[in-house]
T-cell receptor, first 112, second 114 residues
Framework: KAGVTQTPRYLIKTRGQQVTLSCSPI?????VSWYQQTPGQGLQFLFE???????NKGNFPGRFSGRQFSNSRSEMNVSTLELGDSALYLC???????????FGSGTRLTVV | AQSVTQPDIHITVSEGASLELRCNYS??????LFWYVQSPGQGLQLLLK??????LVQGIKGFEAEFKRSQSSFNLRKPSVHWSDAAEYFC????????????FGAGTQVVVTP
């Protein structure tokens, strides 16, 4: 079956702009989590959605937001981009959490 | 404080030699435990997971991990390393009161020499 699909793979944005990243989970998976990966901070949890409801949120400013649609696809949005938002953004999906999370290949965001 | 620690930032191993990557966690209860591997520019691939039961867990690519409750450890091992095992390895925990929120260690970069 198809894995977790993230689009786009690469993105270059200018400071102050906003960006939307997309994640299509494995068919049947209702939990979708987002992570930010940087060399300095490592892998940091952004938020998790389950059946269109945000269940958990990490320690990121309000500029980072997300949502999940009825088909479990998820989007995350970052407004007013800063240079420090440059990172690999990873999405992961799971059937019920305890079975483990499958990650997508990520979206590499560069803010200039 | 709750944390996941991978003491080794970088490990160099010869092809064919054994590999052991360390992971310690600090949580009140035993969390769900995972090992992931990441190749450059790629996402994370799940190697194995532990929830309960047999403390020696077998995973993909010939990896295994042993859970030791007394040491709060979940170390990853491979008897004979292949050049394709060069990658970054992450230990992660999942708490049952924080579904969806994997907490990762800092990662261990593994270099394989001929």
């Amino acid at each position: 079956k198809a894995g977790v699909t993230q689009t786009p793979r690469y993105l270059i944005k200018t400071r102050g702009q906003q960006v939307t990243l997309s994640c299509s989970p494995i068919s049947g998976h209702r939990s979708v989590s987002w992570y930010q990966q940087t060399p300095g901070q490592g892998l940091q949890f952004l938020f998790e959605y389950f059946s269109e409801t945000q269940r958990n949120k990490g320690n990121f400013p309000g500029r980072f937001s997300g949502r999940q649609f009825s088909n479990s696809r998820s989007e995350m949005n970052v407004s007013t981009l800063e240079l420090g938002d440059s990172a690999l953004y990873l999405c992961a999906s799971s059937l019920q959490g305890s079975d483990g999370y499958t990650f997508g290949s990520g979206t590499r965001l560069t803010v200039v | 404080a709750q944390s996941v620690t991978q003491p080794d930032i970088h490990i160099t191993v010869s092809e064919g030699a054994s590999l052991e990557l360390r992971c310690n966690y600090s949580y009140g209860a035993t969390p769900y435990l995972f090992w992931y591997v990441q190749s450059p520019g790629q996402g994370l691939q799940l190697l194995l997971k532990y929830f309960s039961g047999d403390t020696l867990v077998q995973g993909i690519k010939g990896f295994e991990a042993e859970f030791k409750r007394s040491q709060s450890s979940f170390n990853l091992r491979k008897p004979s390393v292949h050049w394709s095992d060069a990658a970054e390895y992450f230990c992660a925990v999942l708490l049952t009161d924080s579904w969806g929120k994997l907490q990762f260690g800092a990662g261990t970069q593994v270099v394989v020499t001929p």
